[in-house]
């Protein structure tokens, strides 16, 4: 079945500096990806939707400046998250589908990343 | 805007026991709707998908769930829990736009007693 390959699992950070997360498919071709945050016993939240070869869609309230998404390949999205603090500190979804005209390709989720600014 | 209400944050249940977890869903046109599992520091697995046909949908480990437009509902079932069904359970409505933009629910942790 499909994948989505997420890493890294886990990074700490120091207050500050930025941090790149990436997110393949492993055997399909993703034209979009969908990053997602998720706060500690909450729900995912959308923060942006990731289109191959153009700019990323950012949902309200999320700052662009500061979650930039890149999406270079048909299998490869990357979020850097920029001159990160603790606040940022949260686990990291992303998930991807085929585009189809009925718009029924079921998303498939990576594993999260974890991270943690001190 | 759509939206998605899982009532229920927690649920117990004895091993062996069905299993209900409820769902209400708000958008305007037929719901592609969904129930995904999530483990402890895990990424999100699909259980089951409605997008139109059968109310009643059949998914992975056992799980059903069945739409009812009526009530705008996907609640998701299970005749028998096992240990290993204990995880965080979204529902999820998806708008259609040629691919899935999901909005969930707030979730419903199930902990499964011996």
């Known amino acids: 079945g499909a994948v989505v390959s997420q890493h890294p699992s886990r990074v700490i950070c120091k207050s500050g500096t930025s941090v790149k997360i990436e997110c393949r498919s492993l055997d399909f071709q993703a034209t979009t990806m969908f990053w997602y945050r998720q706060f500690p016993k909450q729900s995912l939240m959308l923060m942006a939707t990731s289109n191959e070869g153009s700019k990323a869609t950012y949902e309200q309230g999320v700052e662009k400046d500061k979650f930039l998404i890149n999406h270079a390949s048909l299998t490869l999205s990357t979020l850097t998250v920029t001159s990160a603090h603790p606040e940022d500190s949260s686990f990291y979804i992303c998930s991807a589908g085929k585009s189809s005209a009925r718009g029924d390709s079921p998303l498939h989720f990576g594993n999260g990343t974890r991270l943690t600014v001190t | 805007a759509q939206s998605v209400t899982q009532p229920d944050i927690h649920i117990t249940v004895s091993e062996g026991a069905s299993l209900e977890l409820r769902c209400n869903y708000s958008?305007?046109?037929?719901?592609?709707l969904f129930w995904y599992v999530q483990s402890p520091g895990q990424g999100l697995q699909l259980l089951l998908k409605y997008f139109s046909g059968d109310t009643l949908v059949q998914g992975i480990k056992g799980f059903e769930a069945e739409f009812k437009r009526s009530q705008s509902s996907f609640n998701l079932r299970k005749p028998s829990v096992h240990w290993s069904d204990a995880a965080e359970y979204f529902c999820?409505?998806?708008?259609?736009?040629?691919?899935?933009?999901?909005?969930f629910g707030t979730g419903t942790r199930l902990l499964v007693s011996p």
């Open positions: 999820a409505v998806g708008v259609n736009t040629g691919f899935q933009k999901l909005v």
């Open positions: 958008y305007g046109a037929t719901p592609y």
